[in-house]
């Protein structure tokens, strides 16, 4: 039976949106004749790459589709991030801006440039952008992806968990949305409940690199071995202060004795941060590959 373009671009279609960008490929590749070169194979096919993070494919389709089929704006899209994502970021403004003259009112694109000013520090044009976004299309994932990323950017941690969460709420099986929400508890220091984050992201994009590795970096912070540096995970530079300052005001006080035991279990402390986590690591690799 004859397969037709309009029911491989379908079938396409469906497994990106079940996040097998390898295989939307290999059913891209299947294509022939005029169909290969039509707009929307070129379209789909800048997705299952974008999906995979080849960005020079990505720029390579988006040009070669751009060139075949003349101006369109998700490929004009496409080819921003991609250059965004190679550090190319005057190109990237430029291909994003000419994508949203042609489609001024598409959230995805908004959202793309939001990216981009956020990246070099134009977080306030990048709140802006995102507030025209979010006014066409408040539940996007892209939406919400953009708002945990310009929160964080901004030195505001507590709004990019509260967004972070919410976009797990609207979207719970978004891989998206399990990565960053897994990203907000690493630096809240709940590493168990990053490490489920990032589990469930996997399990819904297995191949993607970056979420197995952050699955396998929260497995080995979750360990029982690494239960006593949670504090440090969670406080970071504070701790050090605190630890100093308790130092310092023990011996100011006269309590040289009290200020010599925290002292010693500060740096007992500090050669367990060091000398741990590497174990952990060996430990945590070996029982993987088993």
Excluded at 113 to 125: F, H, M, N, R
Excluded at 133 to 142: Q, S, V
Aim: aromatic share 6%.
């Amino acid at each position: 039976m004859t397969v037709v373009p309009e029911q491989q671009f379908a079938r396409v279609v469906a497994l990106l949106e079940t996040s097998r960008p390898e295989q939307a490929l290999a059913e891209l590749g299947r294509l022939g004749g005029p169909a290969a070169t039509d707009r929307l194979a070129y379209r789909l096919r800048a997705v299952a790459l974008s999906e995979l993070e080849r960005w020079d494919e990505v720029a390579e389709t988006a040009r070669r589709g751009l060139a075949e089929v003349g101006p369109d704006a998700e490929l004009l899209g496409r080819l921003g991030r991609a250059l965004r994502e190679q550090g190319a970021l005057a190109p990237a403004e430029r291909a994003l801006l000419d994508a949203l003259a042609l489609e001024p009112e598409d959230p995805w694109l908004l959202c793309q440039y939001a990216d981009l000013c956020t990246s070099v520090g134009q977080t306030d044009k990048a709140g802006r952008l995102l507030d025209r976004a979010a006014a066409l299309a408040p539940d996007a994932p892209a939406v919400h992806a953009t708002r945990v990323q310009l929160a964080y950017a901004r030195g505001d941690d507590r709004e990019a968990e509260r967004a972070a969460r919410e976009f797990l709420g609207q979207h719970p099986d978004h891989p998206v949305a399990l990565a960053m929400h897994g990203s907000m508890a690493v630096t809240a220091g709940r590493v168990g409940e990053a490490h489920r984050s990032f589990g469930r992201a996997v399990a819904h994009d297995p191949g993607d690199a970056d979420y197995a590795e952050a699955a396998w970096e929260s497995r080995v912070y979750a360990h029982p071995l690494l239960l006593p540096l949670r504090p440090l995970y969670r406080l970071g530079i504070r701790l050090w202060l605190l630890a100093a300052a308790s130092i310092a005001v023990l011996n100011l006080a006269g309590l040289q004795v009290a200020a010599f035991v925290v002292a010693v279990t500060w740096l007992l402390y500090c050669v367990w941060s060091w000398v741990a986590p590497p174990l952990v690591r060996r430990l945590v690799r070996g029982r993987w590959r088993a």
